[in-house]
């Protein structure tokens, strides 16, 4: 167990290979069912904290982003979880009709940006 907390949120890239790491994520939720994703979610959220092991470090990681330079929302709430859900619900779609792939021809996602 952690003596003392310490605070300061690394908010800076801090992976090698940041693609590699979000293709394993998005790969480990392949042919999981929401709930199993959610479950799965939740074990790994648990895992690394522990891994962390700072209460002011996950606290800070809990409260969100902070808001972007100039305002335009408060990170984390800003939008009503029926909102954030529709959005997910569209991007999900998108990503399916996009082949399901992580990276795409740009002119793909541009057409399909149309329709919106």
């Known amino acids: ?3 003392a907390a310490s605070g300061a949120l690394r908010r800076t890239l801090n992976l090698g290979r940041p693609d590699e790491v979000y293709n394993a994520i998005v790969d480990a939720h392949r042919d999981l ?3 199993q994703c959610r479950a799965f979610d939740a074990g790994l959220i648990l895992l690394l904290a522990n891994h ?3 209460a002011i470090v996950i606290g800070e990681a809990l409260a969100g982003p902070p808001p972007p330079p100039g305002g335009g929302g408060s990170g984390v ?3 009503s979880k029926d909102e954030a859900e529709r959005g997910m619900a569209v991007m999900s779609e998108k990503f399916k009709a996009l082949g399901e792939q992580v990276y795409v021809d740009a ?3 541009k057409e399909s940006n ?3």
Do not use: R
């Open 1 to 3: 167990m952690a003596e």
């Open 33 to 35: 069912s929401d709930e």
């Open 52 to 54: 962390v092991g700072d």
């Open 77 to 79: 709430g800003s939008v």
């Open 107 to 109: 002119e793909k996602v």
């Open 114 to 116: 149309k329709v919106l």
